[in-house]
């Protein structure tokens, strides 16, 4: 049975200073609202006028006093006849800090909004129930902990380091400090009958011919002293619907937890994108007593096996998958939303957003939330390895008792919910929390959290996925400049400098570039008066690292202006020619860090930031928060190909054509290099191996010209296009705004064919054949 308690519940809301002990007080001290759930307290007051648009402007700070509220839920409901049967009460998702009340008994806490809650209500649930959850302050919960020296947030936001909520909701470079409570995620009544309570598959071995599954099981304890037991399985690939391909086995069980061994013949195994298929079973357990079938689970998996090659003193960071070394591009995953009631909304846009770029790997970032189980299936589905960090971000966490036996709840409950996704690839103890022992001298070593909580979980439970403490991950006593995965962050200078050109890195884990949104996005959030110049208040508030509208010693305004004069010589004096001016700087930027990275030897990898922002912001991303595309999202998508073709950097008066060819099949095609003059600078054949690169050609070059170089080649009658910009800036922005008529991107995924023709203004304009193209290519 499930029963949903979603749809309309009562609110009371007031003060957390207001003294409220009981319901009754509560229904006659403190304001009442009827709320909708999934949902969230401020989504609730602005839905009824209550607040201001929390993303217009400055209205999210006067959002502060909420942050010292009481929220009461209250929900009544009927049952037909009480339950019986075994019976739990699940909430998907809270965020916040409280207690949770069923017919006047305290059922338990809920301290982690990372995680869902779960309380056993068996002969508690009547025909008539009354549920309460009661949320309080998380400033105030904050207050009552106890502070050393040694814990400590880089932006100030110690009371977070105590709160198991999104950090970046405390004020973040990327997001709001939007400290919002809420019943966020669905509610119901389920039943649970004695069968199988966990099935966990891991491939311990792959080859052509055959595939070593480990499955690891749990059964309820119940059924142990009664008849025998059987697990009878039976994997069948979801790509084929042919049945003869399933195969079957059984085993007799003697005890309710253990593990088993299943062989597939001929194994499909699952690939990222790029480099095959990403094949998934469906994997089908009966449990079997006394001949009947008493339970049946059905899991989704993928045949493959993945390994982290790390060598800090070789400075190697790589992943082997199905045991080839594999080069990875993709990017960093962020908050979806700051109202995370919303995630759910956004969740598929975004995804396909990740997809059409040709990420074939997504990095969940600490500061953020663990998505739900349709976020990785749609990575298992599309070939999207995902890297996850555990949800810790830029600080020195708590080293006490009670922390340690609060992750590790988390860490088992995320872990056992993950861990049968193919897609997931590695674990991540935090982001960049060993930078924050590193930069005050104190040894990373010390974090017992991500250097003995976490791992000592994973063992347990997820032995054969790859670790790391930290990202990027502080050993050996290495400098942060020489690990060989990195955040390439620095000054943000000039994108071809030498802080981006001479870094040893062997996978780049986070790095991006500043560009401004669109006329429409910033008009949606800045008030008129201030849309221009961009030195304002508001455009601070929405592009600095900020809390509380605090400021740092930068700003993205600065970085942006920077990197505007550095490129063209000078800053635009108009809005609609800035937002240009910076969309191609970070398009140019982007394009340039991840064809480096295949260029590259060395480089085993890129996850750049970012695609989407949270909030309506200036910022890193190639898609800003109301779905509209910066330049940079086209470049990226072209750039991401698993094969290219592209110009390497010139040396020695003399510039590479190289094909980079990153699937696991030869390519072979035909290509061709023209200036924006349409004078020919190389042409031919090629044939490029598997995995590897091939320059082609080489063309004159001299860091005093400044031209346009247009690449475009064909495989199997379709065609596609790159760019390179020569030479070395200024350039002129007039001059680049022409040369965007022959650089525009098309998608990558049809054919071109160009037809000049000519409109009633005697204008050429280009008609669009398409034709679709093979998804590897």
Request: glycine letters at 6%; charged letters at 25%; one cysteine or more.
């Amino acid at each position: 049975m499930n029963f949903s308690l979603n749809g309309t519940w009562e609110l009371f809301y007031g003060p957390q200073d207001e003294k409220v002990k009981t319901l009754e007080e509560a229904r006659s001290k403190l304001d009442r609202i009827e709320v909708s759930v999934p949902g969230e307290a401020l989504l609730d007051l602005y839905r009824l006028g209550k607040i201001d648009d929390p993303f217009f402007a400055d209205n999210f700070l006067s959002l502060r006093p909420y942050e010292f509220y009481q929220w009461w839920y209250v929900k009544e409901f009927d049952l037909d006849a009480p339950l019986k049967e075994k019976i739990q009460l699940i909430f998907r998702g809270i965020i916040g800090v409280g207690e949770v009340w069923l017919n006047g008994e305290l059922l338990g806490s809920c301290e982690n909004s990372f995680i869902e809650h779960a309380y056993d209500v068996t002969n508690r649930v009547k025909s008539h129930n009354l549920l309460v959850v009661k949320l309080t302050s998380p400033l105030d919960y904050a207050a009552n902990k106890s502070y050393d020296t040694l814990t400590l947030s880089w932006e100030g936001r110690e009371e977070a380091l105590w709160l198991r909520m999104p950090q970046h909701s405390f004020g973040w470079d990327i997001a709001p400090r939007i400290l919002s409570v809420g019943i966020t995620k669905g509610v119901e009544l389920v039943s649970a009958k004695p069968g199988i309570e966990e099935l966990h598959y891991s491939t311990k071995q792959v080859s052509e011919s055959e595939a070593a599954i480990d499955v690891f099981f749990k059964l309820s304890p119940s059924l142990l002293s009664k008849e025998p037991l059987t697990l009878r399985f039976s994997l069948c690939p979801l790509s084929r619907g042919d049945k003869k391909l399933c195969q079957n086995t059984e085993f007799t069980v003697e005890f309710v937890a253990g593990h088993l061994n299943l062989k597939l013949t001929s194994p499909l195994l699952w690939w990222p994108k790029g480099y095959g298929e990403p094949n998934l079973y469906n994997a089908k357990c009966e449990l079997v007593q006394a001949g009947k079938i008493i339970d049946v689970r059905e899991d989704r998996i993928g045949v493959r096996t993945v390994h982290l090659e790390r060598d800090a003193k070789k400075g190697l960071f790589r992943f082997v998958i199905n045991g080839i070394p594999l080069r990875l591009r993709g990017a960093n995953w962020t908050p979806l939303d700051a109202f995370h009631s919303r995630d759910s909304q956004r969740l598929q846009k975004v995804l396909a957003l990740y997809n059409d770029l040709g990420c074939n790997i997504i990095r969940c970032w600490g500061g953020g939330v663990y998505e739900d189980d349709e976020f990785f299936d749609f990575c298992d589905e599309h070939g999207i390895a995902v890297w996850q960090d555990f949800a810790m971000a830029c600080a020195r966490y708590p080293q006490t008792e009670g922390f340690k036996k609060a992750l590790e709840e988390e860490v088992t409950h995320v872990v056992k919910r993950l861990r049968n996704h193919p897609s997931l690839i590695l674990w991540a103890g935090d982001n960049e929390c060993d930078i924050a022992y590193r930069e005050e001298n104190l040894s990373p070593s010390d974090n017992s959290l991500t250097r003995q909580v976490v791992p000592a979980l994973l063992k347990r439970l997820d032995p054969n996925r790859p670790y790391i403490p930290s990202s990027p991950y502080i050993s050996d006593n290495l400098p942060i400049d020489s690990l060989p995965e990195q955040h390439l962050w620095g000054p943000r200078d000039y994108f071809k400098g030498p802080f981006y050109t001479q870094n040893k890195a062997s996978f780049i884990s986070e790095i991006g570039y500043h560009g401004c949104p669109n006329r429409e996005t910033l008009e949606s959030f800045l008030p008129a008066p201030a849309l221009w110049p961009p030195d304002d208040y508001y455009w601070r508030l929405h592009s600095v690292e900020h809390w509380l509208g605090r400021r740092r010693d930068y700003s993205r305004i600065e970085l942006m202006i920077n990197q505007e004069r550095e490129y063209f010589g000078e800053v635009p004096e108009d809005l609609d020619d800035f937002i240009k001016a910076s969309q191609i700087t970070q398009a140019e930027a982007l394009k340039f860090f991840i064809e480096r990275a295949r260029l590259s030897d060395q480089i085993w990898g890129i996850i750049w930031w970012n695609v989407i922002d949270p909030w309506p912001q200036v910022s890193d991303s190639v898609v800003d928060y109301n779905f509209r595309k910066k330049l940079a999202y086209n470049y990226v998508k072209r750039a991401q190909r698993p094969f290219i073709i592209a110009i390497a950097e010139p040396m020695a008066w003399k510039m590479n054509v190289v094909a980079i060819n990153d699937t696991r099949n030869p390519v072979s095609g035909s290509y061709e290099v023209k200036d924006a003059d349409g004078n020919a600078l190389a042409n031919g054949e090629f044939e490029v191996q598997p995995m590897s690169r091939k320059v082609l050609a080489s063309i004159p070059a001299k860091s005093s010209e400044k031209r346009l170089l247009l690449i475009s080649w064909e495989i199997g009658g379709n065609r596609f296009t790159n760019h390179y910009v020569a030479g070395m800036p200024p350039f002129d922005l007039e001059q680049y705004n022409a040369w965007l008529s022959l650089i525009r991107p098309n998608d990558a995924r049809y054919r071109t064919v160009s037809l000049v023709v000519t409109s009633l203004a005697n204008q050429p304009f280009m008609r669009i054949c398409r034709k679709p193209l093979p998804e590897e290519l």
